[in-house]
Every structure is written in C-alpha cells, then in structure tokens.
C-alpha cells in the first residue's frame, strides 16, 4: 500500500480512514452527478446549435429532466429474452458502467502543484493527495479498464440470443479493439515524455506550459488520442454501434429498463471519464495556467487545482458535443481505414521519432535533432511508399478475383 496514498504509509488510524473512505464517497456522488449533469449539457448544447430550447420543464433549466429520466426506467418493467444467457445478459451492462468509475480512482483531481510542489495537502494534519490512489501502474489500470468496456459490448449482443445484437456487437467490438492499437501508442509517447507509469508523476513533469506533453509530444499524439479516444466512446462521427438510421439499436436492442439505462450512463460517464483523462495526460491535470506571476485561481489556495482540472474538463466536453451537432458519420470501411491505415502508422512513426530524438539528441542540441528527424522523414517516406505499394497490389488482386467470379457465375 506504499506509494498508493501518502495517507497509508503510517499507521491506519481513524483519521486516515475516514479519509479514504470520504474519498471513495466524494468520487461515487460526483460521478453520478457528473453524469446526470452530461446528459443535460449535451441536450442543451446541442439544442442551442441546432435553433432549438431543450429541456426546460422539469427543474430550473431543465436541470433535472435526467433525474425524471433515470427515476422512469428504474421503475419500468425489466424482462429476459427466451434465448438469453440470463446471467451474462444481466452482467454485461456493469461491465461498461463500473470501469468508468474505477479510473477516477486513479486521476488527480486536484492538488497543489504551483512553484514545482508534488500535488500533496494536508487535511486534518494528515498528508494526502486529492485521488483515492497513485499505484505506481495507475495507466496501465486506466488501459485495463478502458479495454474491459469491449467485453461489455460483445458480451451483451451475444448473450441477448438474437442476431441483430449480435452483429451490432461484432460491429462495435471491432471498432472499439481498432482504435486501441492507436491509443495506446499515442499513450506511449506521453510515458515516454514523462518517464513514469503514475498519474501524479506525469501532472508533476507538466509544471509549465512548455512541458505540458500537447507540447512536449509535438501535438501530433494529443490528436491521435482525442480522435481515437472519440471512437472508443462510440461517439460522433464514429457512431456506428447505434446509428440512427438503423431499426435496431445495436448491441442493446433486447435491453429496457435498468439495463438500458445503465448502458446510457456509462455511455455519458466514458465521455466525463476519458476527457479527465486527455486532460491528465496531456494538459497538465490540475496544474495552473501560469501567465507570468498571475494564477487566475491563485485566491483558492489547494481548492485552486481542482478548478483548474475542472476548466480544462469542460473544454473537451463541450468539444466531445460540438463533434456530435456538426461532424458527418462516417461509412464503416472508413472508419476501419482511418484507424488501420491511418492513425496506427502515424502513431507509430511518431513515437518511434521520439524515441530517436530523446536517445541520439538527449541535450536538445539543433544539429543532432535536424539530423535524426532527417534520418526519420526518409525512413518514413520509404515506409510509406512501400504500404501504399502493398495497398496497391491488394486492390488490383481483390479486383482480379472478383472478375473471375463474376466470370465463373455468367450464364454460358
């Protein structure tokens, strides 16, 4: 328990305890807060942009039209297709809500971290930090759970007993499993830059805006995980496991009531969940925009970090909602393509690159920099020539072997 909360390393007293344990209820009430709160931001963003007033009835501004909502279908009618596997049927749907509250157990959600501090306060005379755990493996917790949402996808279309859940699953679980490659290799190019598997360690190697690792990673893998992470989220324009177009819903279709909703809400509770993470890994966490001497939130002492955190989480939902009021869905074989053979290769070039710079060029000198990044662009091109090469020949032999069927199949 060493390392996970400066809290633990003394003896667990009721104090420390209690700690702990208001941590755990803080994180699980504004969580589902949070996610309620989603709900209604997106439907009045959106609403906005579309000319529209949304919801408005039920409390001031609507704001509790998503509690009306979720009482509604706890109290409707739940039931279990004939040909159902009824206990994963029923387990698949927190398979999705759960890991989406296990990965804020892990983010630092505040702190302080001005004039290079390390995010630790002190509450009632005991040192902690403003997360429930800092394990020195807390990414590849973050990656775990993330990956654990595939099983809930493909475990709820298969065990529904029908076929158009089913091909809806098979469709979302490759989906989600082909943005995955590309996540994590734009994750490693932040480990990379930070040294350190710990959520606490990579905000604590952000202390300014130059080392912020949007700009210590050359941006490029800060696009690559927004866009990756908006096709895990199954969200727009990468939709495709519940398309409106559709009569069915996908993956859910044989779900109502508490089942639904908790697809809904771990829907909206990932967007939360994966924007805290962007913010985290790129954006410096609760670190402070610092201009000059000025801290814009400097007269809220340690509360100071959480407001940071929080400013910087409302900019990318408020970004994950305009991609849905303006972007077009895409086609399937799109999507594949963009993830296949776009984003993995650029990732993985990129990462390589950082490597090269940060072990032939370590001082930064302009000379070795210029001189690897030449090396990289030519190995690059090579590269690139050749697989869009092997592209080439792929299309001109499926071409060939379709002409020969459809040869095979005329009438003599």
């Known amino acids: 328990m060493i390392a996970i909360d400066p809290i633990l390393e003394g003896k667990l007293l009721w104090t420390p305890l209690l700690i702990v344990l208001v941590k755990v209820l803080i994180i699980f009430v504004v969580g589902l807060l949070g996610t309620m ?31 009306a909502d979720g009482i509604k279908s706890f109290f409707k009618e739940t039931f279990t297709p004939n040909k159902s596997d009824p206990f994963i049927y029923k387990l698949a749907p927190y398979l999705m809500f759960v890991p989406a509250f296990l990965i804020w157990s892990v983010l630092p959600l505040g702190g302080d971290f001005s004039d290079g ?31 654990i949402a595939v099983y809930g996808v493909m475990l709820a279309g298969w065990a529904s007993g029908s076929k158009y859940p089913l091909l809806g699953a098979v469709r979302g679980s490759a989906q989600m499993i082909s943005y995955e490659a590309a996540l994590g290799l734009s994750l490693a190019a932040v480990l990379l830059s930070s040294g350190s598997l710990s959520t606490a360690s990579i905000v604590s190697s952000q202390g300014s805006l130059a080392d912020w690792n949007i700009v210590a990673t050359g941006i490029v893998p800060f696009v690559i995980f927004v866009i990756a992470v908006t096709a895990e989220l199954n969200r727009p324009p990468f939709d495709l496991v519940e398309a409106e177009q559709e009569l069915v819903s996908g993956f859910n279709t044989e779900y109502g009531g508490i089942g639904f909703a908790l697809f809904f809400l771990a829907e909206f509770m990932n967007v939360i969940t994966m924007s805290g993470i962007v913010v985290t890994l790129f954006l410096g966490g609760p670190q402070p925009v610092m201009l000059g001497d000025f801290n814009l939130f400097g007269w809220a002492g340690a509360v100071g970090g959480t407001l940071w955190f929080v400013l910087k989480l409302f900019l990318f939902l408020y970004m994950f909602v305009w991609f849905r009021a303006t972007l077009p869905r895409l086609r399937y074989d799109q999507l594949m393509n963009l993830g296949w053979k776009v984003m993995i290769p650029i990732s ?25 990044t030449a090396i990289a662009v030519a190995v690059g091109a090579a590269s690139i020539g050749l697989f869009m090469l092997a592209l080439r020949v792929g299309n001109k032999n499926r071409q060939s072997a379709d002409s020969v069927f459809e040869n095979k199949g005329a009438p003599v």
């Open 37 to 67: 709160f989603m709900v209604w931001f997106e439907r009045k963003v959106v609403s906005g942009m579309q000319n529209r007033i949304g919801p408005n009835k039920a409390g001031p501004f609507g704001l509790l039209q998503t509690l």
């Open 117 to 147: 501090k390390d995010g630790t306060i002190t509450i009632f005379g005991e040192v902690t930090r403003v997360q429930l755990a800092d394990p020195q493996l807390g990414i590849l917790l973050v990656l775990m759970c993330s990956s």
């Open 348 to 372: 993985l070039g990129w990462f390589l690159l950082l490597a090269a710079l940060r072990e032939f060029s370590p001082d930064g000198a302009f000379a070795d920099s210029l001189r690897v």
